[in-house]
């Protein structure tokens, strides 16, 4: 059956379960970063600041898993989009992908994925740290110090949901580009979702063709990237 285009742009979008459930147990992490800030209390923001930063180290063999767990997921959704992709495009390419070499980007993006974990609770031991610098010096009132404190938790879910959007959109670009690049694929088409939620800078790459050795730059202040590195998705 020939699919149309929106059929085959549907192969390269992110996997949106994928990222569901990496946001569920990244906000976990937040969950227990909200618990130690309770436990602690702010009147001990040093051993809070302590707990936090052994939190980071402790939670090391559980964060590897569970960034193996979402890469091999993204990986799965990949690789059988390219395989639909070989069945129109011959037996010879099926082939190429079928062994393409995807290990080295897979081994770089876990290692990005274990940091980016392990810095959600060193950066609430960070901004707790800040703060209660901020209250020596400035002489802010102790109450207003606290309910940022208090608000650890919060900040933390934010970045483990900035981190679940982000990260799973990269790691499904990373792979098309190492499996693209082997079967000799030279650049590809961006694509977007057309939607309300494409930035506007996105949307002016809507059908523009990208070489893979020269990211676009899209938006100012940002090294360039590719599409699915920060929202994008490849297209055909």
Sequence with gaps: MRLDRKGKRSRWEMARGAESRYNSQLRAVAREIGNLTRGFGVDKPLKLITALEGYAQLITPWAKSVAEYMLADVNRRNERAWRETGKEMGKALRMEIAYAPTGQAFSMLL??????????????????????????????????????????????????????????????????????????????????????????????????????????????????????????????
């Design 111 to 236: 290692d990005l994925q274990v940091g980016l974990i392990k810095s959600i609770p060193l950066d609430a031991a960070q901004r707790v740290q800040a703060l209660t610098v901020q209250g020596l010096v400035t002489g802010e009132r102790a109450a207003s110090i606290a309910a940022e404190i208090m608000r650890t938790e919060d900040v933390s879910k934010s970045k483990a949901t900035l981190i679940a959007r982000t990260e799973v959109a990269r790691a499904s670009s990373v792979l098309t580009e190492s499996r693209a690049r082997f079967v000799g694929s030279e650049g590809y088409i961006w694509r977007t979702s057309r939607d309300g939620d494409v930035r506007p800078t996105h949307r002016a790459m809507e059908g523009k063709y990208v070489r893979w050795d020269k990211p676009p730059v899209t938006d100012k202040g940002l090294a360039p990237y590719h599409a699915g590195c920060d929202g994008g998705f490849l297209g055909e």
